[in-house]
């Protein structure tokens, strides 16, 4: 199994996701300001991932600084939190990890290296239980989908099903095997899985280049869905259910998540198949009732309007312009490219996490009772 980040001996690796598919190639990361822009530009990606990544270069800058006392390493994880969290805004994975590194700052220690030792431990331990995290939820929500469809006699006792999924939250949004990906590769493992099918997630294709390589490295039997192809797939019943990961996840269950959820949710609860988010309990904002003060990236038009791939004669990587020059240069020809959508709970199934599985009961999923 690959892994997005590779931490050995307060070494960072991580695997360079703007090359990918075409090239499997790695960045070392040797500063926070280095991870800062990492995130920043995308080399990683995924709510878990980034981090993750945050919180281990944390960890190595503490390892590697002489420290004159205990309140200039206390001032330097401020600041080095602080600026870490300005690096993307919409996931909350970010603000919950580096909050949990700065109380690890504020434990009572009169000892400086019983206070970096904190700091460390805190900061891996992020990215150290993230897969086993990642197994947990991913097993709930195979076998919640499994009785939910049999017992509702949407698939037969033991046979297969095809589900869609959004986005990327395989082994590269996280630290191993994934969220919703993951649902999947438990299925898969379970011998339940006929076949997945991932949108290419435009304009950005986390699904096209990232998914598409997960799944083609793994075996699992996968189809690439056009965006625009989602209504026709699910009202055509080639899929028994949508699953999805979350940015960010509000207490009443609204749910911020890769541009373009939003709209196989509202097709999954039009043509009655379930729609479910899987995520760790550090995708859960607790400080929002509901989805309405998600902050939501927006991103610039450059993405939109220009196709990025291979250039499949010179083999170099190449960036042809679409749309005509005038669009996204000016305000008169601007583009509207949010990176996120906040699918309301009521189109919502379940929300899996790796406490366990919050079903709809009406309008909203009861996230709490997982907390
Ligand atoms: O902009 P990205 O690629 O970082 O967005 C990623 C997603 O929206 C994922 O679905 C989400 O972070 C969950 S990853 C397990």
Not at 33 to 44: G, K, P, T, Y
Not at 52 to 78: F, G, P, R, W
Not at 156 to 172: F, P, R
Not at 245 to 267: E, H, P
Request: glycine fraction near 6%; charged fraction near 20%; proline fraction near 3%.
């Amino acid at each position: 199994m690959f892994t997005s980040i590779e931490f050995d001996n307060f070494t960072i690796k991580i695997i360079d996701q703007l090359k990918l598919p075409n090239e499997l190639s790695y960045l070392q990361i040797t500063s926070i300001a280095q991870a800062w822009l990492a995130i920043n530009r995308m080399n990683i990606r995924g709510a878990p991932a980034l981090a993750s990544l945050a919180t281990l270069s944390i960890a190595q800058k503490v390892h590697n600084t002489q420290y004159a006392d205990i309140h200039a390493l206390k001032a330097d994880i401020k600041e080095a939190c602080d600026y870490l969290y300005t690096s993307r805004p919409t996931a909350v994975n970010l603000g919950i990890a580096l909050d949990q590194v700065r109380q690890s700052a504020e434990i009572d220690a009169d000892d400086l290296n019983t206070l970096k030792q904190s700091i460390i431990d805190q900061s891996i331990l992020i990215w150290s239980e993230d897969v086993e995290r990642n197994k947990k939820m991913s097993d709930n929500g195979a076998n919640w989908l499994i009785n939910h469809l049999e017992s509702t006699n949407k698939i037969e006792k033991g046979s297969k099903l095809s589900i869609l999924t959004v986005c990327n939250t395989g082994s590269l949004a996280t630290s191993g095997y994934g969220t919703a990906f993951g649902m999947i590769t438990r299925l898969h493992e379970m011998g339940r899985l006929e076949r997945a099918y991932y949108a290419q997630t435009t304009p950005y294709h986390q699904g096209t280049r990232l998914t598409a390589f997960e799944f083609t490295q793994l075996g699992i039997p996968s189809c690439l869905v056009c965006d625009t192809a989602i209504g026709s797939l699910i009202s055509n019943g080639h899929v028994h259910a949508v699953t999805v990961g979350a940015d960010r996840i509000a207490l009443n269950g609204d749910t911020a998540n890769k541009i373009g959820t939003m709209q196989s949710a509202l097709f999954a609860k039009t043509f009655d198949i379930p729609f479910s988010v899987v995520a760790p309990r550090a995708s859960v904002d607790r400080s929002l009732h509901d989805g309405k003060g998600i902050p939501i990236e927006l991103r610039g038009a450059k993405e939109a309007v220009t196709v990025r791939g291979l250039d499949t004669e010179s083999g170099h990587q190449a960036s042809v312009r679409m749309a005509p020059k005038e669009v996204g240069e000016s305000d008169l020809h601007q583009v509207y490219n949010p990176g996120f959508d906040v699918t309301p709970a009521n189109l919502i199934s379940a929300v899996v996490l790796e406490t366990g599985v919050a079903v709809n009961r009406g309008e909203n999923v009861d996230v709490q009772s997982l907390l």
